[in-house]
């Protein structure tokens, strides 16, 4: 895993991003105002990161049929979501994105990114999760992944909302589902957020929006160097909680 501190700084698309970012802060706030370059560059470098973890302890399981079907929800300035979108296609992920940003400011940004030269693909939806007019999407039965950096919604809330966001097709019994949220370094359990976020457990079937799933349950990953003790994360560095379910069809209870 290449950690932060041996990225070395942003360039191609990620560049890109850092100089927008730069450019456009003032104006709708995307970063603090205190030493904004340092600031771009350690959310990166983070979120990038962040990739990493959750690539080698649940993503590449997730994908390993080549494609997903992708929401970063409260997408904000594109983090982590731009720079996810970037690592997938380095990855050679076929990748669906969608980012749902309520903020009119900063959906307006995203969409700015997407036109940016080298960018990689992704739509725009100026609404809240589970709310509002989705770009038509494809109705294979791709994997489905959830990100989540700052936004806190429990595992029904995401869930809840795929009824408006997916064709009912690529919501057929069998379909994969990743959830990531963004966590501090330490401080925090799977079991505590899983009781916190209302994640059924591991071999639980459940409903909710009108489908029936099958938990496996939640798992904390912990950034490099910060396994259990808490020494040696880098500055800024982020756990992940991850949680996947599969999907037993319409209404569904095992």
């Not at 771009?40 to 973890?53: G, N, S």
């Not at 080549?66 to 296609?89: H, N």
């Not at 990743?178 to 079991?191: C, D, K, L, N, S």
């Not at 071999?203 to 939640?218: D, I, Q, V």
Request: hydrophobic share 50%.
């Amino acid at each position: 895993m290449t950690r932060a501190a041996d990225r070395g700084a942003p360039s191609g698309p990620l560049a890109a991003y850092r100089a927008e970012l730069l450019r456009w802060n003032r104006q709708i706030n995307l970063l603090s105002r205190r030493d904004a370059p340092a600031a771009a560059d350690q959310l990166i470098a983070q979120c990038a990161d962040a990739f990493d973890l959750w690539w080698g302890g649940a993503g590449a399981e997730l994908v390993a049929g080549g494609k997903v079907r992708w929401f970063d929800l409260g997408s904000g300035g594109g983090l982590p979501a731009f720079v996810w979108r970037v690592l997938l296609a380095g990855r050679g992920v076929e990748v669906e994105a969608t980012l749902v940003e309520p903020r009119t400011k900063r959906a307006w940004f995203l969409e700015r990114l997407a036109r940016l030269p080298g960018a990689p693909g992704f739509r725009v939806v100026a609404a809240r999760w589970g709310e509002g007019a989705y770009p038509e999407a494809g109705a294979d039965n791709s994997p489905i992944l959830f990100t989540l950096k700052a936004l806190r919604l429990s595992e029904a809330a995401i869930l809840g909302g795929l009824e408006v966001a997916v064709p009912a097709a690529a919501r057929a019994p069998g379909g994969d589902i990743g959830i990531v949220r963004f966590q501090p370094a330490e401080g925090v359990t799977a079991a505590g957020l899983s009781a916190e976020l209302e994640v059924p457990a591991a071999g639980e079937a459940f409903a909710c929006g009108g489908l029936g799933f099958r938990s496996f349950g939640g798992r904390y990953l912990a950034p490099a160097g910060n396994a259990g003790a808490g020494a040696g994360a880098g500055a800024g560095a982020a756990g992940l909680f991850v949680t996947r379910h599969q999907i037993l069809g319409a209404d569904a209870q095992g």
